[in-house]
């Protein structure tokens, strides 16, 4: 089983609707959670992240972490076509100074107008 | 926000040749920096961590001779993948960190080494 799951989609849905992404983990060791979007061709930028258990919200963006369930979800409400791209989970240990990421394989999402 | 900047964004060689790769941490100093390889549709996978100042550390399966990595300030590291081949051919992407922890990991745009 690998560390996160996360299904690469790709998921395609009309603007405006409430888009749903979300990975699964196996270690429990996990404590910090980061969701990324990353452009065709480029790096990834860091949307939101988490640290435990629990929701956080930034505008249009909500991230959800449920770690008694080693699952945790990033809504887009209001999608916009700008929103298309890949989106990445990514999880670790810890947050000292060399920690490491795990990375999801990242869901493509476009939104059509 | 913080900038991290990678050079090229994109290169072609020949088989044999090596390539390096920059990145630049362009408004705050990251004493750790993270190198990944991504290829298409996959997710990205760390080949080494890298201090200033110190040797990188690699991940498991990644060759250290192969994939040099010299981290000689706090703003710059390089990759230099040695006698490329082909194989070799990937979507590299640094990251750096600065000092407020997991939320100030930035990551640079991506180099695209294509080896013919």
């Known amino acids: 089983q690998k560390e996160v799951e996360q299904d690469p989609g790709p998921l395609s849905v009309p603007e405006g609707a409430i888009v749903s992404l979300n990975c699964t983990y196996s270690n429990s060791a996990f404590q910090y959670f980061m969701w990324y979007r990353q452009y065709s061709r480029k790096g990834p930028e860091l949307l939101m992240y988490t640290y435990s258990s629990g929701n956080k919200e930034d505008g249009r963006f909500t991230a959800q972490v449920d770690k008694s369930s080693k699952y945790i979800s990033l809504f887009i409400r209001d999608s916009q076509p700008s929103d298309s791209a890949t989106y990445l989970c990514?999880?670790?240990?810890?947050?000292?100074?060399?920690?490491?990421?795990?990375f999801g394989k990242g869901t493509l999402l476009t939104v059509n107008p | 926000g913080a900038v991290v900047s990678q050079h090229p964004s994109w290169v072609i060689c020949k088989s044999g040749t090596s390539v390096k790769i920059e990145c630049r941490s362009l408004d705050f100093q990251a004493t750790t920096m993270f190198w990944y390889r991504q290829f298409p549709k996959q997710s990205l996978m760390l080949m080494a961590t890298s201090n200033e100042g110190s040797k990188a550390t690699y991940e498991q399966g990644v060759e250290k001779d192969k994939f040099l990595i010299n981290h000689a300030s706090l703003t710059l590291s390089t990759l230099t993948v040695t006698s490329a081949h082909p194989e070799d051919s990937s979507f590299y992407i640094c990251s750096a960190r600065g000092l407020a922890g997991v939320g100030e990991l930035f990551f640079g745009e991506g180099s695209r080494l294509t080896v013919l």
């Open positions: 990514a999880m670790t240990k810890s947050g000292g100074s060399n920690y490491k990421l795990t």
